[in-house]
């Protein structure tokens, strides 16, 4: 199953297939271009973590690089369910940034990408592996219910991702979201993972004009793979953000406006709430595995509830017998059964050599969310989460990391979103890696993700940092991902 291989390192030839889930042959051709310029030559930085990775899909076709000289490794790997997000992370890598940095710029990169899942006014979950403290920290910035209530949700994205790049971050705040301001503002042509999700979604579009004069032609046909999008609006508020941080987002004209507009939809936000937001962090849920510790959300968010009482349903269970396990504990919990066919979440990965990792989940509570603009600035609010069957999006994001947290070593980061499919195949993932060590190709078979509850992967089953340390990734075979190395610059 294993369709693609990086492998530029150790005295071998290089030889590199490069297979990630199915997405536009553009796209293919341009990173075929790159790694095989990327292994053409070099000189060697004994400072820097390296390893081999290989990357992983189901029965993909790939692009198959000419041998070249053998003077290169890998920093590390990212997985998105959109390219030009897991592109994004890896120009952060090669630049010297760390594996959160990398999913900083992945973030603002899928606001613009895939803001149907990703928009400014969402929210998420992070867990994040510092290999020289030795531990893994949750973050929890979900969209959160108004005092008031209402159907529009607190925004908690831009706060979450500036809380948690200060914490652990080391490049310039501005350079993480500069890419994705100016990629709104000029516009890039879409790719087949936005395309092909905006497609079913038309008709609704259609009755929103804020969102139809954006996402859809003039001829009300939704745009297609390659096709502009150009986001004004949406380019503006990035700015800020960049200039700013999240203070004028949550407390300047921007948090004014947002205030009113969802005031227009019934739910009263107070500027004050917006000022008062602030994500949590905590310690990772912890749950031992042989040496190794399973690190999930932590147990106040509903996300880590319910990965805590799945995990003990995976021993032995083949992936569609824990899909019904974790339907079954929906119902014995009392929740929704009859769900949404989407979501509208998305998850993506970052993990170094070094050995620090992130893994984060963000949703809007449905595709675009309540389907309003802030005007002006293009963001999307979401729903709130007490909206009926959308309500249930966060407690299925399912960020987790395996770790030795007496050493620091790093062995996986799979996150995902969507249903309880989400839910259940990181798990699976968790106990091929954790319990059988088991290589990522192994640990994907049964694997019950599909194209609503896509599922993305770090793997080193031998553990990183490490001496030649050989790390797989994998974009979900369901989606229209992407999986990408970084190279180390002037090597």
């Given amino acids: 199953m294993i369709s693609g291989i990086f492998r530029c390192s150790g005295g071998k030839k290089a030889d590199a297939l490069f297979a ?27 400072d820097l973590e390296t390893a081999q990775f290989e990357g992983s899909g189901y029965g993909a076709m790939g692009i198959e690089l000419v041998d070249g000289p053998d003077t290169r490794r890998f920093i590390g790997s990212v997985v998105a369910d959109e390219p030009r997000a897991a592109l994004a992370g890896r120009t952060v890598l090669e630049n010297g940034g760390n594996a959160v940095d990398a999913i900083t710029a992945m ?61 652990h971050g080391k490049a310039p705040w501005a350079s993480l979201v500069a890419p994705a301001e100016v990629m709104a503002a000029k516009g890039h042509e879409i790719s087949r993972a936005l395309a092909r999700d905006l497609e079913p979604l038309s008709s609704a579009i259609r009755t929103l004009p804020q969102l139809a004069s954006i996402y859809l032609k003039p001829n009300g046909e939704p745009l297609r793979e390659g096709d502009k999008l150009v986001q004004t609006g949406l380019a503006a508020s990035l700015g800020q953000v960049r200039a700013n941080g999240p203070r004028e987002f949550y407390s300047g004209n921007m948090a004014e406006n947002f205030a009113q507009e969802a005031g227009r939809l ?40 319910y990965l805590a009482s799945l995990w003990p349903e ?27 066919p989407v979501f509208g979440s998305t998850g993506f990965v970052v993990a170094t050599a070094r050995g620090d990792a992130a893994a984060c989940a963000v949703t809007m509570n449905g595709p675009f969310g309540t389907g309003r603009l802030v005007p002006g600035t293009g963001v999307v609010m979401a729903r709130a989460p007490d909206v009926p069957g959308f309500g249930l999006a966060g407690a299925f994001l399912s960020p987790v990391l395996v770790t030795n947290e007496f050493n620091g070593t790093f062995f996986l980061a799979a996150s995902g979103g969507g249903g309880p499919a989400a839910s259940a195949s990181v798990l699976h993932l968790a106990e091929g890696v954790a319990q059988k060590s088991q290589a990522l190709e192994a640990a994907q ?46 090597r």
């Fill in 314 to 340: 995976v021993q032995g269970k083949s992936g569609a017998e824990l899909l019904r396990a974790a339907e079954a504990t929906l119902a014995r919990a009392g929740a929704e059964t009859s769900l949404p």
């Fill in 107 to 167: 973030y603002f990169t899928l606001a613009v990408t895939m803001p149907h899942e990703a928009g400014l006014g969402g929210g998420g979950i992070c867990l994040v592996h510092d290999p020289k403290s030795l531990e893994v920290t949750s973050y929890d910035f979900l969209p959160r219910r108004s005092l008031a209530g209402g159907p529009v949700a607190l925004p908690g994205n831009v706060r979450g991702f500036a809380l948690i790049q200060a914490v």
């Fill in 266 to 305: 019934g739910s009263a936000v107070a500027i004050e709430e917006l000022r008062a937001y602030r994500p949590n962090s905590q310690p990772a849920q912890a749950i031992k595995v042989g040496d190794q510790t399973l690190s999930l959300p932590a147990a106040s968010t509903g996300a880590g509830t």
């Fill in 20 to 46: 990630p889930s199915p997405v536009a042959k553009a796209w293919l051709a341009a990173f075929a271009l790159t790694m095989l310029s990327a292994c053409s030559s070099g000189s060697s930085d004994a």
């Fill in 445 to 490: 078979v049964g694997m019950v993700s599909d194209a609503r509850s896509l599922v993305n992967a770090v793997a080193c089953p031998q553990g990183a940092p490490r001496e030649d340390a050989i790390c797989s990734f994998s974009a979900d075979p369901n989606g229209a991902g992407l999986g990408v190395v970084g190279i180390p610059q002037g």
